[in-house]
C-alpha cells in the first residue's frame, strides 16, 4: 500500500484547503479498515485529526478541528479527502494520510501501517 498526499498550501486564516490521499497497491481495498489524517506542528509530537471508515463512511475528528473539517471518501476511487474551513494559525503543521488495518482505535497512530510522506500546511494570521 502506498499512500500519496497533496493539497497543502500556504493561506489566510479563516481560509479554506483541500487535502487528498491518493492510495495505490493491489492489497489497499482488501487491506484497509480506516483511513486517518495526522498533523505535526513544529516542535510538537503528531497527533490525530480526523479518521473515516472505509466500509461504513463513519468518521471521527478530533476537538480542535470538529465542525471546521471533513474527512471524506471519493466515490469512483479510492482517494480521501480533508476539507479543511476556517483555518487557524494553530492548524499549521505538516499533515499526514494513514491507512490501518484494524477497525479499532481510530485515533492512535499505532494502529496505522501504511504512511504518506505528508503535505505542509501554513496558515498566516
Known amino acids: 500500500v502506498q499512500l500519496q498526499a497533496s493539497g497543502g498550501g500556504l493561506v489566510q486564516a479563516g481560509g479554506s484547503l483541500r487535502l487528498s490521499c491518493a492510495p495505490s497497491?493491489?492489497?489497499?481495498?482488501?487491506?484497509?479498515?480506516?483511513m486517518g489524517w495526522f498533523r505535526q506542528a513544529p516542535g510538537k509530537e503528531r497527533e490525530f485529526v480526523a479518521a473515516?471508515?472505509?466500509?461504513?463512511?463513519?468518521?471521527l475528528y478530533a476537538d480542535p478541528v470538529k465542525g471546521r473539517f471533513t474527512i471524506s471518501r471519493g466515490n469512483a476511487e479510492n482517494t480521501v479527502y480533508l476539507e479543511m474551513t476556517s483555518l487557524k494559525p494553530e492548524d499549521t503543521a505538516v499533515y499526514y494520510c494513514?491507512?490501518?488495518?484494524?477497525?479499532?482505535?481510530?485515533?492512535?497512530?499505532?494502529?496505522?501501517?501504511?504512511w504518506g510522506q505528508g503535505t505542509q500546511v501554513t496558515v498566516s494570521s
Open positions: 494513514a491507512a490501518s488495518g484494524s477497525p479499532y482505535y481510530w485515533n492512535r497512530q499505532n494502529q496505522y501501517d501504511y
Open positions: 497497491g493491489r492489497t489497499f481495498s482488501t487491506y484497509t479498515k480506516i
Open positions: 473515516i471508515s472505509w466500509s461504513s463512511s463513519g468518521t
